[in-house]
C-alpha cells in the first residue's frame, strides 16, 4: 500500500476539521435553499461558505444537482431552478491543512413521489450495510459487495455504476479501493468513503456518501443519512 494510506493523529485531526466545515457548509444549504434557486447558485453559495470557514478550498469542483441532473454522476452544475417535488444532490469536500473531506447528501424539495422515495430508501439501506462492514481487517472487495448486493437484490444492480469508495487523504482519491473484487485490507488509521448510488438516466438519482476513519471514531459526519425532505 502506497505511503501515506495510513494516518497521523494529526493528519486525521486536520481531516475531522475538513469534515466539520462541510458539515456546517451542508446546514447552511439545508436552511436557505428555496424554490427558483439554480444549482450553479447552490454550488456558488457553497464554495464561498467553505471559504469563510477557514477551508484553503474544495477537495474537488462541487456537484449540484436537481432532478434529472441527479442521474449524472459527475454532473456539473446548471441554470436548472429548483422546483417542489425534486431531490437534490450535493456532493462536496474542503481541504484544510492540506487534506480532503468528501460527503454526499441527497434530499427532497418539498413532497416526493413513492418511486422516489423507493430509490431513496434502496440506497440508504445499502449505505448502512457497506458502513456496518467497515472496519480493521475488512477486506474491500467485501465492503463494497455489502452494498452492491443489496442494490442488486432490488433489481437495480445495473444503475449502481461505480465503485463503492476510495482512500481519502492529501488528495480526494487514493488508496484503498473500495470496489467490486479489490483485495485491498483496511487497516486502522485509514480514511475510506462508502459511497453506493442509483442512478435512472432523463429520471432521478440518489447517492449518499460517508468518510470514515477506520479503527477510530467511524464516520466523520454528524449528519443522519435519514431522508430530509425541505417544505417552505
Known sequence: MESGVIKTELEMRAMKRAAQII??????VLETIKEGDTEKEIADFIENFVLMQGASGLSFDTIVAFGAGCADIHHVPTDRKLEKGMLVMIDMGAVFEDYCSDFT???????????????YDIVYRSQKLGVAAVKVGAICGDIDKACRDYIDERGYG???????GHGVGKVVHEAPRVAKGSEDVLES????????GIYLPNEMGVRIEDMLFVGFEGVASRHSTELIVINR
Open 23 to 28: 458539515d456546517d457548509t451542508y446546514d447552511a
Open 105 to 119: 447528501r441527497t434530499f427532497a424539495f418539498g413532497e416526493i413521489n413513492d418511486k422516489q422515495r423507493e430509490i
Open 158 to 164: 445495473d444503475k449502481f455504476i461505480h465503485t463503492t
Open 189 to 196: 488509521g485509514m480514511v475510506i468513503t462508502v459511497e453506493p
